[in-house]
């Protein structure tokens, strides 16, 4: 069955970085666009980054935009998410998310993804 598993959570540094990863497993991941949400206490989930199947297009949030790097590694079924210069607004759950085929274009409407992680807790606090 498709599964995404998020890693690589957990507290760091306001000005610190961290790395997520997503393993997928049950599908083939090359064939799919890729994206990372998060939500915070108290609000809806917000679309963070996005990658293309082959990893030539990516989109980034304003609010991350500079910041964090979305990368992807078909051949070890791993999506990555660089987190750097990170702020205490960064305070989240992040999951990552599969987009379904039947959408062809850049989106972080999480109405368009088919298949969701169980998320990794990221805290940024001095």
């Known amino acids: 069955q498709v599964q995404l598993v998020e890693s690589g959570g957990g507290l760091a540094q306001p000005g610190g970085s961290l790395r997520l990863s997503c393993a997928a497993s049950?599908?083939?991941?090359?064939?799919?666009?890729i994206a990372w949400f998060r939500q915070a206490p108290g609000k809806e989930r917000e679309g963070v980054s996005y990658?293309?199947?082959?990893?030539?297009?990516?989109y980034y949030a304003a609010s991350v935009k500079g910041r964090f790097t979305i990368s992807r590694d078909n051949a070890k079924n791993t999506v990555y998410l660089q987190m750097n210069s990170l702020k205490p607004e960064d305070t989240a759950v992040y999951y990552c998310a599969r987009k379904s085929t039947r959408y062809k274009y850049i989106t972080l409407d999480r109405t368009k993804f088919d298949y969701w992680g169980q998320g990794t807790q990221v805290t940024v606090s001095s």
């Open positions: 049950g599908f083939t991941l090359e064939d799919y666009a």
């Open positions: 990658i293309s199947s082959s990893g030539g297009s990516s």
